[in-house]
């Protein structure tokens, strides 16, 4: 009876799965043939099924190209019956802009797909994937089942162009937010898609973050010419604020955590120091900032703390 | 509430004073509590929850290897001795602090298992012990996960090597915060035994105690520790390991202000 009732369950759940997926996508028109998916500025929770992050597609002449699948493989399927809404083209090529779980656990729903990333990228997902799936599932529970880490398939060259479909796509290597950070410029609607690179109005992460790399990028990225910017994480602009506020946010965090080990501070009272009133209206500003000095402030102290000859 | 909790608990204390001591109900509501007592404090121990023991550190450990914590007690007097454990942890006690010319005050980085209470209990010198504490969550794993020196040929060389630096906390004062290069191995992880620092003094260079400290398996590795020191000057630290290797530097006075 009980070996009965299993093999029911099994060939019924996978079913009650596909048919429930929690995810409710929207897709924005942010320019000609170009959408996104705008996430939640908050951090992964259960609640918002870790739908934080914002993803997006292009609806060129040969097909779809989407950039970034997502937290889970669920936001991954609802992602391509969403993009089936819009249009009956098959998507032809996907981009992960960087290793972050948020970016690209989604990946399992374009497996009949070429997923392009620069190198680095999908060395760091190979090296570390299963475990920031791990962590995905404590933080973001049910919504994430079924969902396994799948590296992109397809290495891309940073600096390169790529015509889909009338579509000019150059595809920018930089670094910073990670060791590998891939921005895509539609040069032919003018949409930029900065990936992590840009926050805007949510507190940048700083997991794999080279603060002082990071800064320069963001001055390199806002000598091009754009007409769009989609953070990836924050709302769509026609502007360069996401730049200009991600800028900002890291200048001034590398100097307070700087200032604060020069004067003998530990971890906890950086953490718990008050933050400027300018910064409040950054969403998730307190844990995300207390995070930051997690990350970073171990190798600022450590030059402060200057070496002493040792004696016996 | 906090202070309400102390009340209650000293009425307690008072009305179980001829009987076994009373325990005080556990704020944190940690399902360890009891075991506690009995581990860290003993059957008579004289036991308060007070606010003015402070518990800092971030609600969520965003690094199981090194956890950041600082407790600290600007306006309890009298501290002789300071314990700090965490309720969950596989090894609970984190280490003990002894203030002899130093504020109770101190800041360290620990490895979290999972979830946890982080409590500080500073003895008087009344003989009552004062609580305070905070939960951490974690995704946890930080205990028996491997040092990074013990995967590492080069760690011998470098072992017991002393950094830190003081800054001047007012005419008499200065906080001091040094690093110890040691793997601090909780013997937890499959194969790698126990291998920590177990007592650090730090000295006037004339020889009078300032502060000990006795730091157990949890305490991260490469500690780095941050002290508040009733007095101004070069100090000397020395210490050891539970494997007989002994340590020791003098860190030199901090600039004038």
Known sequence: MTRCFLLLAALVWPLTVAADNPYELTPQQVADNTYVFVGALEHFSYDNLGNIVNTGFIVTDDGVVVIDTGPSRLYGEAMREAIAGVTDKPVVQVYITHHHPDHYLGNQAFADVDIGALSGTIEQIRAIGADLTTNMYNLVGGAMRGTESLPPTQEVTAGSRVTVGGHELELIGMQGHTGADLAILDHTTGVLFAGDLAFLNRTPTTPNADVATWVETLHTLSQREFATLVPGHGPVRDDAEA?????????????????????????????????????????????????????LYPDIEADVLEPVAGQE | MGYVTRLAAVVLWLAGASAAVAIPDDPLESPQWDSM?????????????????RVLAAGYAEDAMETPVMVEAPDLPDVESVVVFADLNPITKILEYYPERAAPTLAFRFKIQQATPVRAAMRTADGMWHVGGTWIEAAGGGCTAPSVAAGSPIWESRLGEISGNAWARGPDRERLRFRVVHPMDTGLAAGIPVFHITDVTLATPEGETLARLKPFEPVS??????????????????????????????????DSP
Not at chain 2, 37 to 53: L, P, Q, S, T
């Open chain 2, 37 to 53: 007592v009995a581990k860290h404090f003993g059957e008579d121990a004289e036991i308060v929850f007070d606010d003015r023991v």
């Open chain 2, 221 to 254: 590795e490469n500690p780095v520790i941050s002290v508040d020191l009733r007095y101004r000057g070069p100090v000397a630290l020395s210490g050891r390991d539970n494997n007989g290797n002994r340590f020791a530097a003098t860190l030199p006075a901090p």
């Open chain 1, 243 to 295: 730049i200009a506020q991600t800028q900002t946010y890291l200048s001034w965090l590398w100097r307070n955590l700087n200032a604060a080990a020069g004067h003998g501070l530990d971890m906890p009272e950086v953490m718990m120091q008050e933050l400027p009133y300018r910064w409040r209206g950054l969403a998730v500003i307190v844990p995300e900032f207390r995070r930051s000095v997690s990350h």
